[in-house]
């Protein structure tokens, strides 16, 4: 009779699973094709007094309208030489013009902590399309890279603008509403913090991987002036119940936060596998891998392999840098820059739920010296309810 009742329970646990998930996904579609999507304006400043080697924070407060999905961040600023030395575009150029981005939601909870190139280089993979960019075409009507959209002009000899555009993702997408946030609350608060650059300009001779630009000498650039223009995506207008007169919201999608992260390894050895683990309770979507060789970028020319190990120390897979990357150029139809490495499980989330110990292994062929590093970031989903009982992101 206990097996009867207990398989009689697991049948009413499924079917009562299967039937939220319907739900969700029926109001979901609801919301999707009826309410309206708003694009505003909640935020713009303009800083003439960063300095060279200080971070800037500007905290942009949420407006509490709708279901948010996204941020779009525009930045414009007037970048010049602070000498008689030429500033050089970095490798990652405008993408790092914000050293990191914070989201605090309303149940002060941090969503997203990642740096600028993360979001530049999410946001090229939820599109399958370098973000920002244009294709050249022969199309005679002038349909063409018209627009001066994501730019960094280099050298810099003189004054010029730079203008950069990020997305801070809260939803998976627009079609899945996964973390999604409910902002039609009185009694709370969100906050987007921008943090600008420390190490806008760096020396010459110094790492200029995080950078924006490199001086030909020891003297750094100025920004005259930068502007902040933040707009804010959400559903407002949301499908209501007849029957109740209650607003129709996805239960399950706002169970979930999705989650933005970043941090580093240092201590790497040559040969050496250098164990990236990944964090409990969470469904990891993807994974970026800069490996920072002393200042260096390099093609695959430093790394032996990255590989999926699981608790049992199993290789999910195992692969040299150009079969990776022969991975990613399917995803995005085209190529990271040198040293960025792009592991993918969109298609089948790396669950630590469910599988435990899973990490990722990287191994360096060649390690420059004491300050090469792996910068790493994370995108993944998780429950809010079992958020606090979660591990923290690995750290060196």
Do not use: C
């Not at 304006?41 to 309208?65: D, E, H, M």
């Not at 050089?88 to 909870?109: E, H, I, M, P, Y």
């Not at 890279?145 to 000899?157: D, E, G, H, Q, R």
């Amino acid at each position: 009779m206990a097996t009867s009742q207990n398989g009689n329970s697991n049948v009413s646990n499924a079917q009562a699973a299967q039937q939220a998930r319907a739900a969700n996904l029926q109001a979901r579609q609801l919301i999707v094709s009826n309410a309206v999507d708003l694009v505003q304006q909640i935020f713009t400043t303009t800083i003439s007094n960063y300095t060279a080697g200080q971070a800037y924070p500007v905290n942009v407060p949420v407006r509490n309208v709708g279901l948010i999905k996204r941020f779009w961040v525009e930045i414009l600023a007037n970048v010049q030489q602070g000498a008689a030395e030429t500033q050089t575009k970095t490798t990652f150029g405008g993408a790092n013009v914000l050293s990191q981005v914070v989201l605090t939601d309303l149940n002060n909870q941090t969503r997203i902590s990642t740096t600028g190139w993360h979001l530049h280089f999410l946001a090229t993979v939820r599109r399958q399309l370098a973000f920002g960019a244009a294709f050249t075409n022969s199309d005679p009507s002038g349909i063409a890279a018209n627009w001066v959209l994501n730019n960094t002009p280099s050298p810099v000899t003189t004054a010029q603008n730079l203008r950069w555009f990020y997305e801070v993702p809260v939803s998976y997408s627009d079609t899945d509403l996964s973390g999604a946030i409910w902002a039609n609350v009185l009694n709370a608060t969100m906050n987007l913090q921008l943090v600008i650059n420390p190490n806008f300009y760096v020396a010459s001779g110094s790492d200029p991987v995080q950078a924006v630009y490199q001086s030909s000498s020891a003297q750094l650039g100025k920004i005259n002036s930068i502007t902040i223009t933040v707009y804010q995506n959400s559903l407002d207008q949301l499908p209501v119940d007849p029957k109740t007169g209650s607003v129709i919201l996805p239960p399950l999608d706002l169970q979930y936060v999705y989650l933005l992260n970043n941090t580093n390894a240092t201590g790497l050895a040559a040969g050496s596998d250098q164990a990236l683990p990944y964090a409990n309770w969470r469904n990891f979507l993807s994974t970026f891998v800069i490996y920072d060789n002393a200042g260096v970028l390099n093609l695959g020319t430093d790394v032996n392999y990255l590989a999926m190990q699981s608790a049992n120390f199993t290789n999910i897979f195992k692969l040299d840098p150009f079969m990776l990357s022969l991975l990613t150029r399917t995803k995005i139809n085209d190529d990271f820059a040198a040293g960025v490495y792009y592991v993918d499980t969109r298609n089948k989330p790396i669950n630590t739920l469910q599988y435990g110990n899973m990490q990722l292994l990287v191994n360096p062929s060649a390690v420059t010296g004491g300050t090469s590093q792996l910068l790493v970031a994370y995108e993944s989903l998780a429950l809010q309810g079992v958020m606090n009982q979660a591990g923290s992101i690995f750290q060196s």
